[in-house]
């Protein structure tokens, strides 16, 4: 009754353009599905930015937060049942629990763990994105005078620091998604066009 797709991964790793593609491909279009939903990372991560940076956050607004979306997802799921539909409720979650426990220090796996027992129960696969750190370092310079590039200062001194800290953190989503009882995918997306990337998560996610 349900069909769910998380994109994940460290940022510059495509996951925006995957989302974009995805909704844009005529498998996602013509796919019967009583409702089509769309999560962008502004609601399912980035809504919380503020208030951490101020420091006013805990697990519990984390927590809270993704429920606030799993939760009527379960609802929908119930009610499509009772009525007794056969065909499917569709979303994506660009970003989600592995982001909460691999982002915010103050969460474990354990604090996200009963969340992805929801999402099982939702019949929800994972993709994650990855990219080499050459590659990466490449990408942040095509960013060096955004918004971006001023937001990671944060991470280090000097690029060999920036660069540290997001493989480490990719190395930390990669163990997170190992933990996760979802079916998962890991799509480098070095190693493939962006068009081959679409074609790889359809593949995974929509076609029988």
């Not at 697990?59 to 009610?79: R, V, W």
Request: aromatic share 10%; hydrophobic share 40%; proline share 3%.
């Amino acid at each position: 009754m349900s069909l769910g797709l998380i994109i994940e991964g460290i940022p510059l790793t495509g996951k925006t353009s995957l989302l974009t593609g995805l909704q844009k491909h005529s498998l996602f279009l013509n796919y019967a599905a009583v409702s089509k939903l769309i999560y962008s990372e502004d609601l399912t991560q980035r809504i919380l930015e503020k208030d951490y940076n101020r420091g006013f956050l805990d697990k519990a607004a984390n927590i809270n937060l993704l429920m606030s979306i799993t939760t009527p997802l379960q609802t929908q799921k119930e009610m499509l049942q009772r009525r007794g539909f056969s065909n499917h409720l569709l979303f994506i979650l660009e970003r989600f629990h592995l982001n909460h426990a691999a982002y915010y220090p103050y969460l474990t796996w354990p604090d996200v763990e009963p969340i992805d027992q929801i999402l099982k129960c939702l019949n929800t696969k994972l993709i994650l994105l990855t990219v080499d750190r050459q590659t990466f370092k490449t990408r942040l310079l095509e960013r060096s005078n955004t918004g971006f590039m001023s937001y990671i200062q944060r991470y280090g001194s000097n690029k060999d620091m920036i660069l540290d800290h997001y493989m480490q953190s990719q190395d930390h989503y990669l163990n997170l998604a190992y933990k996760s009882s979802l079916e998962t995918k890991i799509i480098d997306s070095v190693a493939y066009p962006v068009v081959k990337v679409l074609e790889n998560a359809l593949d995974f996610w929509l076609k029988p």
